[in-house]
């Protein structure tokens, strides 16, 4: 008897094997790779981009998946570094050997990691990359999912000529995005009647910014801007209160639009961030992939998301309209793309720089994010100018 | 520079300078009574501040009230690891070697647990945002609590160090190892006591630290190199020198970020490094000596 089920049990182990496998062969799912930073400075904003692409991943096989192959997302961390993000990708294409690629978090990850994706012939969309640079070098394969910098702050500086702001003080992390939004700034001021007073830039990583502010302080601007991510944008924001900075307005590029710059408490209240999508908005499927992505992962999306999973739709897009994992085809259709995302427009030049997608400004009121600009989507007034530290809880 | 903001500045090191030198003494304490330069001691900093973090947002208990704790438990991380790790290594040529490799291997697994257990994210706790106005001088609230509780914990140390039989042990293996045993002091058991307390010291300043900066998982190494840097420029084994390096640190620091910029600045430790062991290799205690 003992035996008997014992022949039983591998008979059945091997029929199992020989149908898996066969159904393998039929099906290899189409492989998507991407880096993303799990660790590091950028993992806040970094997650919500991931969870992004894994929510597209996932209702794509649910619809049958890609040219009638499953989809499976190959990721690995970053660790914010750009050198480890290259290495990440030569991995990806040249030992995982996957069919497609998507962008990592953030402009400098992506600028290194363009390099690898033009060598390689592997079109990439970089969702996260909102420095035009990385698009001006003549590169053939490498698109721009993301709002181009210069725009970030445009909401900023629109609110700030309508309160007849003039002098500003801007701090930067001297990475390429933040560096880009400081370069893109410097240039329109001029048409906003505002003039930079302050413009320096922070090691990634810094903590302290008391020496800086310290300085502002001295030149009392009406406006700081933080070209920041999370951390530091938290970091310069509490030390202007600590050091007395009193701004009439503070905006910061990246960090405000996330959840967690809630973690401020009160001291968040009044902050500008720039914001590239928001749930309220009425792009194309916004409900749907709001409500989904509740569900997937019990918390609500931020911009990154959307524009992660707004380029898997273009990269999805592409490859049915191609209709094999030919590159070339690929980037070809990609760059001939316009399509309604839930991210909003998309629409790359000659270069792959975007071109359609906009932004928005939000600020923190009592708590909440408030997006307040540009009227078409605001939902509810800004409130300037900010009141001094020193009156406030 | 205005006479105002020369005082402003001077004010911004000087709170930063207490939270380095209690960052400082665990290291300082561990290498001169063992030998050992422990490169775990930032991770241990990181551990505590996440501990207080985590405590702090789920059931939001001052972070100071959780002082005790953070020590607690990277005394008694310092103590097995001791115990168990460190204590084994052999004791010969090569002990300095592997006790670097030890502790850098204790630095990895401290560092993935923490990434295990709170995620990769960077956090703050924010206790008493904004400062205190002081005859025109902005006394960052943060800052100058952690920067007094600091002093009262530094004192503590030292009144222990001082006063007390275990103190006097510690001192004496620190002074002269054979010597010590020859009296009849337990000498693993002041090792244990002494890396077990250096640890605590760092799980102080942890608590001390994420009340004032953004702390991370991967930020260890940098306050290692800190209160290393610390360390150095005051003169292993010596308290106020330990504690003369850190304000000097922290003093620097701000002027250089003032002054010239944030990427000089977040580098003055390793330049005040060379220059002190170039000109002063005791560091500040060995010009007294002299």
């Known amino acids: 008897m003992g035996r008997n089920v014992r022949i039983l049990l591998v008979a059945a182990v091997a029929l199992l094997m020989v149908s898996g496998s066969a159904v393998a062969a039929e099906k290899k799912p189409i492989l998507i790779g991407t880096s993303v930073s799990l660790s590091g400075s950028y993992a806040a904003s970094a997650k919500y981009g991931l969870e992004g692409y894994q929510l597209f991943v996932e209702q794509l096989n649910k619809r ?330 | 520079m205005d006479f105002s903001i020369f005082l402003q500045l001077v004010v911004n090191g000087l709170l930063v300078g207490g939270v380095y030198g209690l960052m400082s003494l665990g290291i300082n304490l561990v290498w001169g009574v063992m030998g050992v330069i422990n490169l775990a001691h930032g991770d241990l900093i990181m551990a505590a501040g996440f501990l207080t973090f985590w405590i702090f947002t789920q059931w939001h208990v001052n972070p100071l009230l959780l002082l005790p704790a953070g020590m607690a438990m990277t005394f008694v991380v310092g103590m097995l690891s001791q115990r168990f790790l460190l204590g084994r290594l052999p004791q010969d040529r090569g002990a300095i070697k592997s006790s670097l490799l030890m502790t850098f291997g204790i630095s990895y697994v401290v560092i993935n647990l923490a990434q295990l257990l709170w995620g990769n994210e960077f956090q703050t706790v924010t206790y008493l945002a904004g400062s205190w106005t002081l005859g025109g001088l902005d006394f960052a609230k943060a800052r100058t609590v952690a920067f007094l509780a600091a002093g009262v914990i530094t004192t503590f140390l030292w009144l222990f160090l001082q006063y007390t039989n275990q103190g006097r042990a510690i001192r004496a293996v620190s002074q002269n190892r054979d010597g010590a045993s020859v009296c009849g002091v337990d000498n693993g058991r002041i090792q244990i006591a002494s890396f077990a307390l250096g640890a605590g010291l760092a799980g102080a300043a942890g608590v001390l630290l994420v009340m004032i900066f953004a702390i991370s998982p991967s930020m260890g190494s940098g306050y290692t190199i800190r209160s290393f840097a610390v360390t150095v420029i005051g003169g292993l084994g010596s308290f106020p020198g330990a504690l003369c390096g850190a304000m000097i640190l922290g003093l620097a620091e701000v002027f250089t970020g003032y002054m010239v910029s944030a990427q000089v600045a977040n580098g003055v430790a390793f330049i005040l490094f060379l220059v002190v062991l170039l000109v002063l290799p005791q560091g500040l205690s060995g010009m007294f000596r002299r």
Do not use: C
């Open chain 1, 64 to 393: 049958g998946g890609l040219l009638g192959r499953p989809v499976k997302l190959v990721y690995y961390d970053d660790r914010s570094d750009a050198n480890t993000g290259v290495q990440l990708y030569e991995k990806l294409i040249t030992a995982d050997k996957v069919d497609l690629i998507v962008g990592p978090y953030s402009s400098g990850v992506t600028s290194a990691v363009s390099t690898v994706a033009e060598k390689h012939k592997m079109a990439m969309i970089g969702p996260e990359a909102a420095d035009a640079k990385i698009y001006m070098r003549g590169y053939k394969y490498n698109f721009q999912g993301q709002t181009q910098a210069g725009r970030y702050m445009l909401g900023a500086l629109a609110l700030a000529k309508a309160h007849g702001y003039k002098t500003m003080a801007m701090l930067a992390e001297d990475t390429a995005f933040p560096k880009a939004v400081s370069e893109e700034v410097v240039k329109v001021v001029p048409e906003y009647g505002v003039k930079i007073v302050f413009n320096q830039t922070y090691p990634k990583g810094a903590a302290d910014f008391s020496a800086l502010l310290t300085k502002v302080k001295q030149l009392n601007p009406d406006i700081v801007f933080a070209n920041s991510y999370l951390p530091d944008g938290q970091g310069i924001i509490r030390q202007s209160r600590e050091q007395g900075v009193d701004a009439k307005m503070f905006a910061v590029a990246v960090g405000a639009a996330e959840p967690e710059f809630g973690n401020l408490g009160s001291t968040a209240n009044y902050i500008f961030g720039a914001t590239q999508w928001a749930a309220n908005m009425k792009t194309k499927g916004n409900p749907e992939f709001v409500k989904a992505y509740k569900a997937m992962f019990g918390r609500n999306p931020d911009y990154h998301s959307a524009a992660n999973y707004g380029a898997m739709q273009v990269l999805d897009a592409a490859v049915k309209q191609v209709g094999s994992l030919d590159q070339n085809k690929i980037a070809a259709a990609i760059s001939k793309t316009e399509m309604d995302t839930v991210y909003g427009h998309f629409k790359v030049d000659g270069r792959g720089v975007q071109v359609g997608y906009a932004s928005a400004l939000l600020q923190w009121q009592n708590g909440k994010q408030v997006v307040v600009w540009p009227a078409a989507v605001a939902q509810g007034k800004a409130i300037l100018p900010t009141p001094p530290w020193s009156q406030r809880k």
